[in-house]
């Protein structure tokens, strides 16, 4: 790995920091004084004082105005223009969840007897649902190499193709793909390229490098501390904007307050905690890199990573999640005793919190196309705030027993 890309792990952070904490918060500070964080307003029904205004609201449902409470709330909206400001868009139009802000957009731009293509990389409940509710509505859909060239993506785009999916790295084995090129043939052929960009938050610009839809698992960094389910979808186009917003008026989409306050409140730290992070992961991924037992750490700032050049193209930085492959003559059930045997990392899905994490990914790589599945025992890696000395200690004891059990 080169000396540039070890500065740049965790150096796209900093210029986020201001931004962070002052977005999403009125400019203005009213002669009684305000609370540093904005209150939790719970409510279903809006009162209005007379019909005209009440009309006159109601023809302002995609302005993020407080209309019904299954609309948005007033901190739904403040986290909205945090989030559209964090990923470079104009609006942000806050869901349920960040499976949700997968399945919104891609039930906004596509209808029936349209075609989708998705990277065979992709998160496993966006393949499910490609694969089953959009099958069924009549939607079909083809999957593409993550790396694939622009010619071979060529050769998949049909004059229905309303929509190429990204997600970059991929899900698990963290391919990173040329979003530029991707872009340019989606929009030759009149096609919306949207991206779930949970990974990149922050440290990837969507609509500088060509995206039409940003998606977001706000559970993940944004929130960051493990305790709540919320996504988010951002664009940088009116005409995107008005399609997305009055397809999430008509499928409910909406967050609760409460999620929408604690991600709010999240956010204000996102930048240090992701700084601190960023570098901890990649310590301890550098680590990882030199055990016997391991035959590939995927971290995008690795030169062995598929797609490390795009990420040191576009990419500001580094998230703090990577996966390893450990040799292939070490079995599963060798390393399901290492993963039982540790003490700091938590076992469990989801990642983006505070926390350690580690979950075994063997059998849960699906692939369409032949390749792309790792051929040795794998687990992901999700570091938290913890000192990188324990988490390493911590891993060396597990090899142990790893060893001993491979052995026995």
């Not at 949207?194 to 993940?220: C, E, M, R, Y």
Request: net charge negative; charged share 20%; aromatic share 8%.
């Amino acid at each position: 790995m080169s000396d540039d890309s070890t500065a740049r792990v965790s150096a796209g952070w900093a210029r986020f920091a201001s931004m962070l904490v002052q977005g999403g918060r009125s400019e203005e500070i009213p002669s009684e004084g305000v609370f540093v964080n904005p209150p939790v307003s719970r409510g279903s029904t809006v009162l209005f004082p007379d019909l005209a205004s009440m009309r006159q609201k109601g023809l302002r449902s995609h302005d993020h105005e407080v209309v019904y409470g299954a609309m948005g709330t007033p901190i739904q909206h403040d986290l909205e223009r945090l989030i559209a400001q964090v990923e470079g868009g104009t609006h942000c139009q806050v869901v349920s969840s960040g499976l949700a802000a997968c399945t919104t957009p891609l039930l906004t731009y596509l209808s029936a007897g349209d075609h989708l293509l998705l990277p065979d990389s992709v998160y496993g409940p966006t393949r499910r649902f490609a694969d089953t509710m959009l099958a069924r509505l009549g939607v079909e859909t083809t999957y593409y190499k993550p790396l694939a060239t622009e010619a071979e993506l060529l050769e998949l785009m049909r004059p229905n193709t309303r929509v190429v999916f990204v997600e970059s790295p991929g899900s698990h084995t963290f391919e990173v793909q040329d979003v530029p090129m991707l872009a340019k043939v989606a929009h030759a052929h009149q096609a919306k390229l949207l991206l779930d960009n949970t990974w990149g938050i922050g440290i990837f610009q969507p609509f500088d490098h060509g995206v039409d839809v940003s998606i977001q698992a706000l559970t993940k960094y944004p929130a960051g501390h493990s305790d709540a389910i919320i996504g988010a979808v951002t664009v940088a186009d009116e005409g995107n904007w008005r399609l997305l917003r009055d397809a999430s008026i008509q499928l409910g989409q909406v967050a609760g307050p409460d999620d929408c306050w604690l991600t709010l409140r999240g956010l204000r730290t996102m930048g240090v905690r992701l700084e601190r992070q960023s570098r901890s992961a990649l310590r301890v991924a550098q680590w990882l890199r030199g055990r016997p037992e391991v035959a590939r750490v995927l971290h995008p700032a690795f030169e062995e990573c598929p797609g490390h050049a795009f990420w040191k193209r576009d990419f500001s930085g580094a998230s703090s999640l990577f996966s390893v492959e450990l040799r292939a003559d070490l079995s599963f059930n060798a390393m399901q005793d290492m993963i039982d045997a540790l003490a700091m990392f938590g076992l469990g899905a989801s990642w983006g919190g505070y926390e350690s994490l580690i979950l075994p990914t063997t059998g849960g790589v699906r692939r369409s196309i032949a390749g792309g599945v790792p051929e040795g025992p794998t687990f992901r890696l999700h570091i938290g705030l913890e000192d990188p000395d324990d988490l390493i200690a911590d891993l060396e004891g597990g090899f142990e027993v790893l060893r001993a059990s491979s052995a026995g």
